[in-house]
């Protein structure tokens, strides 16, 4: 399962846990950095807008659901009152105390701002020059769609998906793996494999991002182009979650209180999914992008869709369709094996882009 390391890809996820702290009394006291302690029980605690302020965090909280959500860069952090689970790019751990209200307004320990904030962004407060916390994307899944007796579409002079797709899949396999990044294939050769098969092979791996390739079919045999699809924001996510939690822990800590709650656990794998699907946005655009630059295709852009596979993984990730097979033209281009090379190059180049730029690692140059 890919819980610990997806996002992986800068961004910060969430803030959740487990008890509610009753308020007693509080004092208070200026620090060197403009922000007040609060002395709530026993412990120290900061006003929420008073430590975004200072970090230069955007934040929204909603009052019904009692989530918070903190933004900066490419990072973003969610919090929940009562809570004291933190998820921080994938990975879970926990505050000693939770975050909670005081005269109306959102209080977070502050341990929270030194053993989180200030350590993602390096204690650049101010005006003071941003040092980005980087992550590493250490693996990826990398699914040929079809195979075996499923071959896929089929194009007017033969050419099967199947064909196509993995020859995409292991000439992108490769360029990851030169550039130092783990690669997992769903199939290596012409076998059939199915939908919850490719799901549970990139859950199992643990692997940081999903890319699932595809070829186009119409019975418009004139339409053309290259698309990138990410999971439905029409999906329910509430429903997919607690499926999800049903089945699956989301590997808290099993000292933790709520760590045998299904409500707690089916909230964090909302929260994840949520997370996934902003990152899959941002990698479609960033591979679209990418083959514009590269070659002379027409880009269709990115979409939404309700995909199997998509919607099984647990990791940020897109399905790619690289053409329509349907279409005579791109059919001759996905028979030439330069061509199908260049398609790889551009894929890969398009997620080093996506990681660059959200701050998740610096792929090496071939």
Known sequence: MAISKTVKFGVCIALLAI??????????????????????????????????RVKGLEWDFDTFTRRITLKKDAH?????????????????????????????????PNKFKAEILDVLFKRSYGRHKKQAAFLEIKKVVIDAGHGGHDPGAIG??????????????????????ENGIEVVMTRTHDVFVSLEQRAEIANRSGADLFLSIHANANRIRWLNGFEVYYI?????????????????????????????????????WDMLYTYNRAESVSLAYSLCDSMRRSLDVKILGVKAAGFS????????????????????????????DYYRQQ??????QGTSNYAQEA????????
């Open 76 to 108: 973003r952090i969610n919090l929940m009152v009562g809570e004291r689970l933190v998820v921080v790019d994938g990975v879970s751990q926990q505050l000693e105390y939770p975050v909670d209200m005081h005269n109306g307004e959102v209080m977070v």
């Open 232 to 268: 439905s924001p029409y999906i329910d996510d509430d429903k997919r979650a607690l499926q999800t939690a049903r089945s699956q822990d989301f590997k808290l800590d099993r000292a933790s209180f709520g760590y045998t709650s299904l409500n707690l656990q089916a909230t964090l």
């Open 156 to 177: 007017k002079t033969g050419l099967k998906e199947k064909i196509v797709t993995l020859d995409i899949a292991n000439k992108l396999a490769q360029l990851f793996s």
């Open 19 to 52: 008890c509610v702290l009753s308020l007693s009394g509080c004092a208070s006291v200026p620090t060197r950095e403009a922000l007040t302690n609060y002395y709530l029980n026993g412990t120290t605690y900061l006003s929420l807008s008073a430590v975004c």
């Open 359 to 366: 701050g998740l690692t610096v792929f090496a140059q071939r």
């Open 309 to 336: 596979v998509l919607k099984g993984t647990q990791m940020p990730g897109v399905l790619i369709e690289v053409g329509f097979i349907s279409n005579n033209d791109e059919e001759c281009l996905l028979k030439n």
């Open 343 to 348: 398609l790889a190059d551009a894929i890969f």
